[in-house]
């Protein structure tokens, strides 16, 4: 399909500072047939009520982050509802699955509501409830039309979760319909973002659902549950999360990697008990393959492990590898932005851009870097986008004469810095027993 005009423009708006756009990435993805077949094998899967995982593995500039938002477009495009999130030192600490809960839930996305989406997929809900009603007979306009809806939200709500749904949850949906039907939108939507996970709703909302407190980690899972089977009672296919950058677990304290590799550890085993639901997970290999990571929990690694056949591998085990671009993939890649790139002078885009120059600009941004063509797509991108821009901006301006590489120091990220250096990705003061590894533990998700 075409890339429309919005679109475009916001991939190249994205690629322009480095960053991956969240939409349009179809149109230039290269080089990921059989692992987007794979996680479409996954989404048959989840589609058909089973749980399942899969992790994403690579080095930096792989495209793991690039894989795992084309993965979700995929994914909205087949009737799933997603969620995006990354572990970060600050606002994501993986071993508190409170944190983790809300980033997921107000990370929310259907092909409808790009992010916060919980309060229309409710609504959603709600109203598939109300139509299934009417179908039975029930006249919307009776004034115990209401009455019926909310009874039927308990039961649905408990059906769906096996009576496992938290109570305060209940309570809270309960009352999230009769605010909106009195027409108390503000608090209505208070209690959908404490449903969220926020621990910024006020008292006084609280006290009309009847709860007191934030969702705590032991009971996140239970929620997570709930929000799962709202999501498809109102109609979507089933839910698909990434976790992104589990890496950035090697950087902190050691009793913190512990919990933070054994709630991987409960949620790999958990995903089967959640129909409908696929995790994604990005993570570099020495995050699976050292000691300080998964390897250190022996029993994570022997779910995880990853195995290759001299140079085949198998795309259906629980790490899914991404290979390193090489100079053909990143003139693929730029080839078909070329054939995108929102321009009102195409003739001028086609006579400058052309595919010798393409060869060249993929030859000096590598040599850059000195040859290692791996570490260099995101900076290749944004020069090449660069270029893109001035000759579409400027009539004059013919890159074969004018263009030059440098490498902008103070553009590089610290990941790209260190890779250029031949260092590992994630920097961390190793620790003297790192090859100790972990104790297993049960958290209380």
Known sequence: MPLD?????????????????????????????????????????????????KCLRGGYGCGKTFTARLALLDAQARGFATSFVVVSDNDLRFH??????????????????????????????????????????????????????????????????????????????????????????????????????????????????????????????????????????????????????LETVLRARKDTRGKSLNGLRQIIDAAKDFPGLLWLFTGTP?????????????????????????????????????????????RDVALKLREIYPSQNRARIEKR??????????????????GDVGVVPRQFLRSYVAILDTVDQNEDYDPAADYQFEVDKKSLSPEEVRAQAGKKPIEYEPEADDDAGYVEAKLEW
């Open 96 to 245: 508190n699955f409170n944190e983790v809960y809300q980033k997921v839930v107000s990370e929310l996305s259907t092909s409808a509501c790009p992010r916060g989406a919980l309060g229309d997929v409710m609504d959603r809900w709600v109203g598939a409830i109300e139509e299934s009603l009417i179908a039975l007979g029930a006249s919307p306009d009776a004034p115990d039309f209401d009455a019926k809806v909310r009874v039927k939200l308990d039961e649905s709500l408990s059906a769906l979760t096996g009576g496992r749904a938290p109570e305060d949850m209940v309570r809270v949906v309960r009352t999230i319909f009769d605010l909106k039907q009195k027409g108390d939108l503000a608090d209505a939507g208070a209690l959908v973002s404490w449903l969220s996970g926020s621990s910024n709703v006020g008292a006084s909302a609280k006290k009309q659902a009847e709860i007191k407190g934030d969702i705590q980690s032991k009971d996140a899972l239970a929620y997570l549950r709930g929000i799962l089977e709202i999501v498809k009672a109102a109609g979507y296919s089933g839910l698909v999360i990434v976790v992104d950058e």
């Open 353 to 370: 851009i052309t595919n010798d120059l393409v060869d060249r600009v993929v030859g000096e941004v590598t040599k850059g870097f000195r």
């Open 5 to 53: 005009r919005r679109d475009a423009e916001h991939v190249f708006e994205q690629l322009r500072s480095g960053r991956v756009p969240e939409r349009g990435l179809d149109a230039f993805a290269v080089g990921l047939e059989r692992q987007r077949a794979e996680v479409g094998r996954l989404l048959d899967m989840a589609q058909d009520k089973e749980g399942v995982f």
């Open 286 to 330: 020495e995050f699976f393959d050292s000691r300080r990571g998964v390897a250190g929990l022996e029993p994570l690694y022997d779910r995880l492990k990853f195995e290759k056949q001299g140079r085949f591998v198998n795309v259906r085990q629980p790490q899914l590898e991404l290979v390193p671009f090489d100079g053909p993939r990143l």
